[in-house]
């Protein structure tokens, strides 16, 4: 029932783009995405409700695609800031209930 | 300020000596979990509350317990600890069940020897 992230790690350059992807064997009602720095608590970055929408934070943006019960986290143009690790997290629709992914550790270098 | 506080922040402690982690929010938000997290397995869920007096089992709830007398307190109790809970473990409240936005506290770092 744990969503499945990909990949489990990436490591880029500062500037490059990355996609981290979100898949649920469930029907979705939701997809939210976390960021957890080390050391810290995870951090809420967007939700996306079912109706396939997209949302952007700064260059972070996401999109959901409830036909496949799957999200995607964009990170265009990384900054060293981005480095840590990912979470998606998914509500079901009926449940009570948010089920996270295992992460994917993301690390930026100059 | 809107925050969930946990504490201990740090516990170190033996086979069988119960326990108590306290969680404590002032958002007013009816819903509370409580995660415990392992390296490679991500957050899973031990337990959550969708309101006072209203608990029910997450992914991983053996060795666990909790309680809900007030809005703003979910703590955690393991009553029996073992070496298999050592953990990083989180308490996370959010607004209602379908905006589930969860605020996570800083965490509580479990030792058990």
């Known amino acids: 029932q744990q969503p499945v992230q990909s990949p489990q790690a990436v490591i880029l350059r500062e500037g490059e783009d990355a996609v981290i992807n979100c898949s649920s064997s469930?029907?979705?009602?939701?997809v939210h995405w976390y960021r957890q720095k080390h050391g810290e608590a995870p951090v809420f970055l967007m939700i996306?409700?079912?109706?396939?929408e997209q949302k952007g934070h700064d260059k972070i943006s996401a999109s959901f695609n409830e036909k496949k019960q799957q999200s995607s986290l964009y990170l265009t143009a990384s900054q060293l800031s981005y480095s840590g690790t990912y979470f998606c997290?998914?509500?079901?629709?009926?449940?009570?209930?948010?089920?996270f992914g295992a992460g994917t550790r993301l690390f930026v270098k100059a | 300020e809107a925050q969930v506080t946990q504490n201990p922040r740090y516990l170190i402690t033996v086979t069988g000596k119960k326990l108590t982690v306290t969680c404590s929010q002032n958002?007013?938000?009816?819903?509370m979990s409580w995660y415990r997290q392992d390296p490679g397995l991500g957050l899973r869920q031990i337990y959550y509350?969708?309101?006072?007096?209203?608990?029910d089992k997450g992914d991983v709830p053996e060795g666990y317990k909790v309680s809900r007398k007030e809005k703003r307190n979910f703590p955690l109790i393991l009553e029996s600890p073992s070496p298999n809970q050592t953990s990083l473990y989180f308490c996370?409240?959010?607004?209602?069940?379908?905006?589930?936005?969860?605020?996570f506290g800083a965490g509580t770092r479990l030792s058990v020897l």
């Open positions: 996370a409240s959010s607004l209602r069940q379908g905006l589930n936005i969860q605020y």
């Open positions: 469930k029907a979705l009602y939701s």
């Open positions: 996306l409700l079912k109706g396939g």
């Open positions: 997290g998914t509500e079901i629709v009926g449940g009570f209930k948010t089920i």
């Open positions: 958002m007013n938000h009816e819903y």
């Open positions: 509350s969708m309101n006072v007096e209203v608990t």
